[in-house]
């Protein structure tokens, strides 16, 4: 019986696929858009997106999606959408007082309710009675909301995500300003740090949910059993079409390297112009960076470069980068330099010697040596010609003496 191992039994093991979130950052510059539009308009990548979006949905029925959009000035959820706040006049007195419990109001609880009144008209809130009456009469002036048509040809959550996107799509389009549209850059640091939240708040609730990791070990042998892991898979999808902004390179390297600790893929298709920092971000997370020639064809770049997850990239050659600019930004001027200075303390980069020597980040006395100064111009040495003799040039040819 001794040799009977039953601690089989009790492993838990998951055959599935573990569950895969996919945040893609959308740059929705209207002014690069524009220049775009002959080979790729706007309407056609957000419907060419979606048909990529369902695609992944459809792999697991886990798979969760995020779309970020990094606008001209601003950076807007598209989906899930941004909750609105809500009402005070739909609380009820329940509500009230479970909120007061939590600290989120200023309101004092007596057991009467007559003095709760009193003191609530003299805060100048209202009562339960005028709550009441506030609700009706705002359920009755409140219209229904206009659900889509039913289609019979469409999975259901999928047309929920359409439905979403697109709202959120248009009420952006209808509240950008004419200021922003002569903005040849987006927020993509803003836009990168709400994707990197979002993540790390879902794979906390996952890891509340089901736990992260479950061990099992045996107190007679003290061998552990296999350790079954079911982590969120996450991974950014960045689709640029602007060009590279210097006053976000600080922002955006801070986003890269919480990316990098937190094993998070940063994928860039970069639909046109060139972007220095978004190299390195891909470079430094082993993400995918993939600059198309034929924009047109987003959709084919979509699903074979970018569809497949951290798991499936393993058994396949993903496309790679023949060069990586990795230029940096200087603090300074903010332009991209290929040589500069660098701060021994905080590493701060200049592009020139700062004003007194003074680093313009911490304050420490930067030793430059002797730079700026002349340096020493050493007369070169002339060579002496040597004294040729005679008749050694002349060609003749003496015989050669006899004894």
Same mark, same amino acid.
């Given at each position: ?13 998951? @055959? ?37 979006? @369902? ?7 886990? @798979? ?88 019979? @040809? ?250």
């Amino acid at each position: 019986m001794n040799a009977v191992d039953g601690s089989d039994h009790y492993e838990r093991e998951f @055959n599935e696929p573990p569950p895969a979130l996919l945040t893609i950052v959308l740059d929705t510059n209207p002014h690069a858009w524009t220049l775009l539009s002959p080979t790729l308009t706007i309407s056609k990548a957000i419907c060419t997106i979606l048909v990529f979006i @369902n695609a992944h949905l459809a792999f697991n029925n886990t @798979n969760q999606i995020a779309l970020v959009a990094s606008h001209s000035g601003q950076a807007r959820w598209l989906y899930p959408a941004t909750p609105e706040p809500v009402s005070r006049s739909y609380e009820t007195h329940g509500e009230a007082n479970g909120k007061a419990s939590k600290g989120d109001t200023d309101m004092v609880i007596v057991p009467s309710d007559s003095k709760l009144d009193l003191r609530l008209k003299l805060k100048g809130l209202k009562t339960d009675a005028d709550k009441s009456a506030s609700r009706d009469d705002i359920v009755k002036d409140t219209p229904e909301p206009r659900l889509p048509p039913p289609d019979a @040809n469409k999975y259901r959550p999928f047309r929920e995500i359409e439905d979403i996107v697109m709202d959120s799509l248009r009420d952006l389009i209808a509240r950008t300003e004419p200021t922003h549209l002569s903005s040849h850059t987006t927020l993509l640091a803003g836009a990168l740090s709400m994707a990197l939240a979002y993540i790390s708040r879902a794979t906390q609730l996952l890891s509340e949910q089901t736990g992260i990791s479950d061990t099992v070990q045996n107190s007679d042998s003290g061998a552990s059993s296999k350790q079954t892991s079911r982590t969120l898979q996450s991974r950014v999808l960045v689709i640029s079409v602007s060009s590279d902004s210097a006053d976000q390179y600080i922002p955006i390297m801070n986003s890269i390297f919480a990316a990098q600790r937190k094993r998070i893929l940063i994928d860039v298709l970069k639909l046109h112009a060139s972007s220095t920092f978004l190299q390195q971000a891909s470079d430094a997370t082993s993400g995918i960076y993939l600059a198309p020639e034929a924009p047109s064809a987003l959709l084919q770049y979509l699903m074979v470069a970018f569809l497949p997850d951290q798991t499936s990239r393993q058994h396949l050659i993903s496309p790679t980068q023949s060069s990586v600019d990795f230029r940096a930004a200087c603090f300074c001027h903010k332009n991209v330099v290929d040589v500069g200075f660098v701060c021994s303390i905080c590493l701060s980069i200049f592009c020139e010697p700062p004003e007194g020597a003074i680093c313009l980040t911490c304050g420490t006395h930067l030793a430059l040596g002797n730079y700026g100064a002349k340096p020493a111009v050493v007369p070169k040495q002339k060579k002496k010609k040597k004294k040729k003799a005679i008749g050694s040039n002349t060609g003749s040819r003496l015989a050669t003496p006899q004894p």
